[in-house]
Structure formats: structure tokens, C-alpha cells
Nanobody, 126 residues
Framework: QVQLVESGGGLVQAGGSLRLSCAAS????????VAWFRQAPGKEREFVAV????????DYTSSVKGRFTISRDNAENTVYLQMYSLKPEDTAVYYC???????????????????WGQGTQVTVSP
């Protein structure tokens, strides 16, 4: 089992940047694929980005392609989400999630991920 803790959220103006971190503890982190999801008030949780266990494969939702970059440092047991050119519509609670059974595959569904962090708030002002 793995425990996940997100950090790095905050308030930023439109056009600004933030880097979110997802720190893992527990079972070998390099066995897990890790994804970022977000949930805005009144909306369903949605996929943002995913990285496979090796870090050699990534996938993004179309609205963040070219603005967000997901990466991982398995030696530090951490996955990052670097966010540039932030927009007000990026405002949400951001969650990291992990799964081990299909860790070479880039999965997008909430139901594919059994392990979740508590979330970190990102607010982008106009």
C-alpha cells in the first residue's frame, strides 16, 4: 500500500505558474503509475495527467497539453505537476492518485486508482 500527500497549491494570478508535488510513502513507489486529477466546485473529478511507473510514458487531458508537465523522481518518491500559463478555469482541488496493477499503462478513469491523497487547492484569479 502507498500513502500520498500533495503540496504546492495556492493562489496565483492568471498566466502564472505553480508546481504541485505528490510525496509517497509505503510500498516501492517505482511500482506505481501516478495520475493527477482535479475537482472544481459542483463538478465531477476529472483526469489531468498521468505518468507510468518508469516515467517514460505520460498522457494529458487536452485542456492542459502544452501548459502542464508531469514528471517523477523515483529516488525521492515524488511526482510533480508543473503548471504554466494558468487560467481561472484551472481552479480546483488537485489530487494525486496511484495504481500498481496496470502501472505500465496510462489510465484516465477515477475508478482505476485505489490510492488517493487528500488534495491541494489551486486558485487562479482573473
Amino acid at each position: 500500500q502507498v500513502q500520498l500527500v500533495e503540496s504546492g497549491g495556492g493562489l496565483v494570478q492568471a498566466g502564472g505558474s505553480l508546481r504541485l508535488s505528490c510525496a509517497a510513502s509505503g510500498r516501492s513507489f517505482s511500482d506505481y503509475a501516478v495520475a493527477w486529477f482535479r475537482q472544481a466546485p459542483g463538478k465531477e473529478r476529472e483526469f489531468v495527467a498521468v505518468i507510468n511507473r518508469s516515467g517514460g510514458g505520460t498522457d494529458y487531458t487536452s485542456s492542459v497539453k502544452g501548459r502542464f508537465t508531469i514528471s517523477r523522481d523515483n529516488a525521492e518518491n515524488t511526482v510533480y505537476l508543473q503548471m504554466y500559463s494558468l487560467k481561472p478555469e484551472d481552479t480546483a482541488v488537485y489530487y494525486c492518485a496511484a495504481q500498481v496493477h496496470l502501472a505500465r499503462i496510462l489510465l484516465r478513469a477515477v475508478s482505476d486508482y485505489p490510492y488517493w491523497g487528500q488534495g491541494t487547492q489551486v486558485t487562479v484569479s482573473p
